[in-house]
């Protein structure tokens, strides 16, 4: 039956995998061939998109969907850090580990390449942060030394070190701020996450910083991979987050602040000051404390009907960019998929800015759709549609159907209203909770054929997504 045929090109097409028979044409769309890089961190160097994540890993692509392995793992044969276990000798040992995790590279006004890596036992915040350079983007990366050190006897400012309050100095993001300052955003659970302010002559922290300021978290609460993205016609500073744990039951869930000044303080959509998102003292792991805070843009999903079967688990640790010639916004990010264990894959997903400012995620991959004037009957129609709520939870959010009707209703399996605001603005209302955000069509690789979404928040910082359903393809 031919649903059963789009259905399997739809699974292929998820798993990064382009079919052999089938595809769209070329100049329609290039098929989605992706790379298995955890934690990916993005640079752009003339016109390639590069992403470095853990293990030593990392891709490249020209377009934000088909990516080419550069490096898998950490190994003495590495090209990005030749000869790795000598030349982070100090590093591997204090950290009592074998690996790297999530790095970011940054270049700075010498031109030269720099590679902020780390490492963690694991287990306990026994960490070092450090940056090594290199003339060329792809390698080789020499060591230049470490910045930082956590889970040992004393923190920086010689007090005893407390995982309570003092970071894990892991994930680093590096970036530029509006005046040309350099600022390093970090840390995971443990005590939070902190920002210092480094000298773009050298690439270290200027000095008396110690760890620098806090952010978010503390008391261990699972927050983490810290990414800052400067909107300019906005005026805004978004810091990114990634909350719950990492693998495919871990609840991974990416929520985004802002903030008019790059070290904050950083406030969510409801005005909560994200200094306040940490669990009480003397908790570990208290989910519930942080679930309130943040704007959720993406968590667990499932999107299920007869011809199709595209869903995420435990998306996050995300990077960010801005093209400036384009004015597009994208996440970065990795995920696992329903029923494929703790594979993982990159991802990149265009978000938009709703009236209010804020950051919405595009529903489907990335594939060249634009924002541009929709029609009120281009809108109407059936959809498949997720509500992502505010949980830290590893039970995916399965899309139910609901109409977009021509009154401006919604009917089905939530009720509410609808309207089209300007060109593409759209403000959804369900169960009396106003969002919004904007509607939007992009390529569905399950109906072959660009469909209508939308994609909400509401002031709590709960996203919807909704996609056109394609009646045809059901009926086959």
Not at 1 to 9: D, F, G, I, N, T
Not at 160 to 165: E, P, S
Not at 346 to 355: A, G, K, L, P
Request: proline share 6%.
């Amino acid at each position: 039956m031919k649903h059963l045929a789009v259905l399997a090109l739809f699974i292929l097409v998820a798993a990064g995998t382009a079919a052999a028979q089938g595809e769209p044409a070329e100049d329609l769309l290039p098929p989605l061939l992706s790379a298995s890089v955890h934690d990916p961190s993005i640079i752009k160097v003339g016109d390639v998109y590069y992403v470095f994540g853990s293990h030593l890993a990392a891709a490249k692509s020209t377009d934000l969907r088909n990516w080419q392995a550069i490096e898998t793992r950490v190994h003495d044969q590495n090209r990005l850090i030749p000869d790795v276990y000598k030349e982070l000798e100090e590093v591997f040992a204090w950290a009592e580990t074998d690996t790297l995790w999530a790095p970011d590279v940054i270049q700075l006004p010498d031109g030269r390449f720099y590679m902020y890596y780390c490492a963690c036992r694991g287990d306990s915040p026994l960490s070092a942060l450090g940056v090594a350079v290199s003339d060329h983007i792809e390698g080789p990366y020499k060591n230049l030394g470490i910045m930082l050190f956590s889970g040992g006897l004393r923190a920086p400012d010689g007090s005893l070190y407390d995982a309570t309050k003092h970071p894990n100095v892991v994930d680093p993001h590096v970036f530029f701020d509006a005046e040309g300052e350099l600022w390093m955003v970090y840390g995971s659970y443990s005590g939070g996450i902190f920002i210092l302010e480094l000298d773009p002559e050298t690439g270290f922290p200027l000095p008396d910083q110690g760890y620098g300021k806090r952010l978010v978290g503390g008391n261990h609460s699972r927050i983490e991979g810290p990414y800052i993205l400067y909107n300019p016609d906005l005026d805004y500073y978004y810091l990114f987050l990634s909350f719950g744990g990492l693998d495919s039951r871990g609840g991974y869930n990416i929520r985004v602040a802002r903030s008019k000044n790059p070290d904050g303080p950083y406030f969510d959509a409801e005005g909560k000051n994200m200094l306040d998102a940490h669990g009480p003292r003397g908790s570990f792991f208290d989910d519930r404390s942080i679930e309130p805070y943040g704007v959720k843009l993406v968590g667990s999903f499932l999107f299920r009907s007869d011809y199709e079967y595209y869903g995420y688990v435990s998306p996050g640790h995300n990077s960010a960019y801005h093209d400036p010639e384009t004015d597009r916004y994208f996440v970065i990010m990795h995920t696992r998929f329903p029923q494929s264990g703790e594979y993982h894959e990159v991802r990149t997903h265009q978000i938009f800015f709703n009236e209010d400012g804020w950051p919405v995620m595009a529903v489907l991959p990335y594939a060249f759709e634009t924002l541009g004037k929709v029609s009120t009957e281009e809108v109407v129609g059936d959809y498949l549609y997720v509500n992502h709520g505010k949980d830290i939870s590893f039970v995916r959010k399965r899309a139910v159907e609901i109409s977009l009707n021509a009154d401006g209703t919604i009917s089905g399996e939530a009720a509410g209203t609808w309207h089209l605001v300007d060109d593409y603005f759209a403000r959804v209302e369900i169960d009396g909770v106003l969002y919004k955000g904007v509607f939007v069509r992009q390529w569905d690789p399950a109906a072959l054929d660009r469909v209508m979404t939308f994609t909400v928040l509401s002031e709590a910082g709960v996203a919807l997504w909704g996609k056109e359903l394609q009646r045809e393809l059901l009926d086959q």
